[in-house]
């Protein structure tokens, strides 16, 4: 049906906004020197990975603990999991990372879809045979459009249970066609439950 260009390594969020907290706790010892003549000093990277370098930390089943390199003592990472069609192309992210600001999400999240979605007709999930919950769109980049969703207590339960979910997008092109793609769940269990203890 339709598929994304290329699978989007990370949340691009999250990139920005590490991007701006490591420039502004960078030193003038960690910024790149400037170029002298076509000559590099170079530029500080961490434990082997230049900062804002993207990394798998683990993986639980169907899901990746997926990270950005920060110059802080812990990297930031998010649950994250590539959604393909029935051919194998890659259509849809989804990634997730527990919240704590004591409101009703206990979970956030970020879905990706194609350009070419339909944003009037929304993203919606599913698990397993429960009730079907829509989420808005918030905006969009040459990544893709993003949709920021929040997960109650009682979500992430049904999750840990379930055994998939179904996320549902609309074309752009073809306003009739619903294209559901399987969110798995296994290994999520384990994947939140190593995330949350990181938080």
Not at 86 to 103: K, Q, R, T, W, Y
Request: proline share 5%; with cysteine.
């Amino acid at each position: 049906m339709f598929a994304l260009l290329r699978p989007v390594a990370f949340i691009a969020a999250v990139a920005m906004a590490t991007s701006v907290q490591a420039q502004e706790t960078a030193t003038a010892e960690e910024a790149p020197a400037p170029a002298t003549s076509g000559i590099s000093l170079g530029e500080t990277i961490v434990e082997g990975r230049a900062i804002g370098e993207e990394y798998v930390l683990e993986e639980h089943g169907d899901w990746a603990l997926r990270c950005i390199t920060t110059a802080e003592e812990q990297d930031p990472c998010q649950l994250y999991q590539l959604l393909l069609d029935e051919a194998g192309n890659s259509v849809a992210e989804i990634s997730m990372f527990p919240l704590d600001n004591g409101g009703e999400a206990v979970a956030g999240g970020t879905i990706i879809t194609p350009l070419s979605t339909l944003l009037t007709a929304q993203v919606s999930l599913r698990i397993d045979s429960g009730a079907t919950r829509r989420y808005p769109f918030t905006f969009c980049t040459n990544e893709g459009c993003f949709s920021r969703v929040g997960f109650t207590a009682d979500d992430i339960q049904s999750m840990k249970r379930g055994a998939a979910g179904t996320l549902t997008i609309v074309p752009a092109g073809s306003p009739e066609t619903r294209v559901n793609l399987t969110v798995s769940l296994t290994g999520f269990t384990a994947g939140y439950d190593s995330i949350d203890a990181r938080q």
